[in-house]
């Protein structure tokens, strides 16, 4: 059987307009991933700057990233990372009141200088290239402490 050529004409139409719908979907989906990619980003410096804000240390990001770089606001808090939030960006969470924490205890304030003078050994030995498993371990172990001094979860 041979194929007239009104039938061939009718299935390249049909497939150029399959493949411009094809395209438009693909364009669509590029563009949500590209957006999306971008708000997971923000959200992941908001939280790595409350991190450090609220813990005094930064995230280690999977063994997958190889490399994860930002500026820090200018304030180098992150207190403000609601303000400089990108329009079409998820809003931020509205931060959380919470009552005026009791003074620190003398333990709390000896673990916290423990802690502080691990992770400056630890970040000495990063910069040297030296193995790092028993300060990574020391300043766990050094959290856990204080984590458990201080009753927090």
Known sequence: MCIGQTDMDDV?????????????????????????FHQLLVEAIRIAEEY?????GTLKPPVQVTAFRYKPGAKG????????????????PAPVVAAAPA?????????????????????????AGQPTRNLEDRVYEIEDELRLSTGGA
Do not use: H, N
């Not at 395209?23 to 991933?33: H, I, P, V």
């Not at 450090?52 to 005094?56: E, R, S």
């Open 12 to 36: 390249i139409s049909q497939y150029q307009r399959w493949k411009e719908q094809g395209e438009g979907l693909r364009s669509k989906a590029k563009q949500a991933m590209e957006t999306r």
């Open 103 to 127: 003074a620190p205890s003398a333990k709390t304030i000896a673990l916290e200088k423990k802690l502080a003078q691990a992770r400056k050994k630890l970040e000495t030995a990063k910069a």
């Open 77 to 92: 808090k992150g207190k403000k990372v609601a303000a400089k939030s990108k329009p079409g960006s998820a809003p931020a």
């Open 52 to 56: 450090k804000v609220d813990f005094g």
